[in-house]
């Protein structure tokens, strides 16, 4: 069973792993930030273009039989 840590201490082992971790500079949450977009962009031009060219052959698909 795992001894149990009053609110106290707790707040001060956070506090302390919180400042052992390396935050990102601006810079790099900046060019972070430019990449997930450029991505997104990308990832839905795709997929518009996917939806379309599905989309045209099972019109033609479902039309040759008529």
Known sequence: MA????????LQQVRAETAKVKWPSRRETSI????VLVMVLLASIFFFAADQ???WAISLI?????
């Open 3 to 10: 001894s149990k840590t009053n609110p106290f201490t707790f």
């Open 32 to 35: 972070s930030t430019i990449m």
């Open 53 to 55: 060219a599905l989309g």
């Open 62 to 66: 479902l039309n040759a039989g008529a």
